[in-house]
C-alpha cells in the first residue's frame, strides 16, 4: 500500500535559520505530492505541490523537489520566521483525490 | 476561495449520546472526507465519499457513520458515543482527480464526557 514517512518532530529553530523537512513515499504508480501547513486551531492548508517527477513545488519562500529517484519530497526554507511555527504535513495522492498523509512534523521558531 | 464549513469549532456530548457533525463545502467538490487528529497518530481517514449517497469505510469506520444526502453537505454520525471518541475531527474535499489537493475546514474539537 501507499505510505509517507516524514521526519520526526518537534523540530526547534532560531529565527532565521535553515529548514528541512525530510520525506519520503511509497507508492505505486504515479502519485502527485502535496505538504500542509496546520496553525494552531486550525484545519490543514495547502502549502505547496508538485504533480511529476522533478517539478518544484515553491509557497511563502518553501520549496520542494519531487525526486523520483530518492522517492522524496523534502521541504526547505532558507531563513524562518517565527510565523512558520506550525505543524507541517507530507501527503501523496494516488487515484480519486484519496490521500495519504504522514504523522506530522511539529516546528517551533524562537526570536 | 473554496471553503469548508465545519457546524461546530467545539462540542460537548455525553456517553451514549448521538452527535452529528456537519461539514459543507461551496465548491461542487465530488469527493469529500473524514478524518480525526490525536496528537501522536496523526490523520486517520474514518469515511469518505464519492458522491451524493455514495461513503466508503475509511481506516477507522468503527462506531461512526456518514450520510450525504446533497452533493456539498457529508455528516459524520457517532452512533453512541464514548469517551475514546473525544478527538479532533477535520472535514475535507476535493475534486476527484489525483492532481489536486484536499480542502480543509477548521476542525471540531469534540469531548465526550
Known amino acids: 500500500g501507499n505510505s509517507v514517512t516524514q521526519m520526526e518532530g518537534p523540530v526547534t529553530l532560531s529565527e532565521e535559520a535553515f529548514l528541512t523537512i525530510n520525506c519520503t513515499y511509497t507508492?505505486?504508480?504515479?502519485?502527485?505530492l502535496f505538504w500542509y501547513v496546520q496553525y494552531p486551531g486550525e484545519g490543514l492548508q495547502l502549502l505547496l505541490k508538485a504533480t511529476k517527477a522533478d517539478d518544484k513545488g515553491s509557497n511563502k519562500g518553501f520549496e520542494a523537489t519531487y525526486r523520483k529517484e530518492t522517492t522524496s519530497f523534502h521541504l526547505e526554507k532558507g531563513s524562518v520566521q517565527v510565523s512558520d511555527s506550525a505543524v507541517y504535513f507530507c501527503?501523496?495522492?494516488?487515484?480519486?483525490?484519496?490521500?495519504?498523509f504522514g504523522d506530522g512534523t511539529t516546528l517551533t521558531v524562537k526570536p | 476561495d473554496v471553503k469548508v464549513t465545519q457546524s461546530s469549532r467545539y462540542l460537548v456530548k455525553r456517553t451514549g449520546e448521538k452527535v452529528f457533525l456537519e461539514c459543507v463545502q461551496d465548491?461542487?467538490?465530488?469527493?469529500m472526507f473524514w478524518y480525526r487528529q490525536d496528537p501522536g497518530l496523526g490523520l486517520r481517514l474514518i469515511y469518505f465519499s464519492y458522491d451524493v449517497k455514495m461513503k466508503e469505510k475509511g481506516d477507522i469506520p468503527e462506531g461512526y457513520s456518514v450520510s450525504r444526502e446533497k452533493k456539498e453537505r457529508f455528516s459524520l454520525i457517532l452512533e453512541s458515543a464514548s469517551t475514546n471518541q473525544t478527538s479532533m475531527y477535520l472535514c475535507?474535499?476535493?475534486?476527484?482527480?489525483?492532481?489536486?489537493?484536499?480542502?480543509f475546514g477548521d476542525g471540531t474539537r469534540l469531548s465526550i464526557l
Open positions: 465548491m461542487d467538490h465530488e469527493n
Open positions: 501527503a501523496l495522492n494516488t487515484n480519486a483525490g484519496k490521500s495519504t
Open positions: 475535507a474535499s476535493t475534486w476527484g482527480r489525483s492532481n489536486q489537493p484536499q480542502h
Open positions: 507508492a505505486t504508480g504515479y502519485p502527485s
